[in-house]
Nanobody
Framework: QVQLVESGGGLVQDGDSLRLACAAS????????MAWFRQGPGKEREFVSG????????NYAEVVKGRFTISKDNNKNTVYLQMNSLKPEDTAVYYC?????????????????WGQGTQVTVSS
């Protein structure tokens, strides 16, 4: 098992930046792929970004590509999501996911562990 704790959410304005962090404990983080998902009001949980266990492969949802950057610090057991040029439609609870059980990063059912989420609100 892996325990995941997100932080860094908050209330920002249109165009601002935020950096989310997800601290992992409980297993060998350096051998774990990780991902970020989000769930907006009245919406289903959607894939935002994923990173391979080594950090060498990263993928992004089209709606965040070019604005968000995922990174992984294996020394700190932490995965980050740098979010720039935030828009009101980015408002959501952001969740960190770990323990990849399949090959499809973008399917939330592929992930075995979840954090509690952190709220990101972008005002216009």
């Amino acid at each position: 098992q892996v325990q995941l704790v997100e932080s860094g959410g908050g209330l920002v304005q249109d165009g601002d930046s935020l950096r989310l962090a997800c601290a992992a404990s409980g297993r060998n983080f350096s051998n774990s792929a990780m991902a970020w998902f989000r769930q907006g009001p009245g919406k289903e949980r959607e894939f935002v970004s994923g990173i391979s266990r080594t950090g060498g492969t990263k993928n992004y949802a089209e709606v965040v590509k070019g604005r968000f950057t995922i990174s992984k610090d294996n020394n700190k057991n932490t995965v980050y999501l740098q979010m720039n040029s935030l828009k009101p439609e980015d408002t959501a609870v952001y969740y960190c996911a770990g323990i990849l059980k399949g090959i499809n990063y973008s399917d939330y059912k592929t992930w075995g562990s979840w954090g509690q989420g952190t709220q990101v609100t972008v005002s216009s």
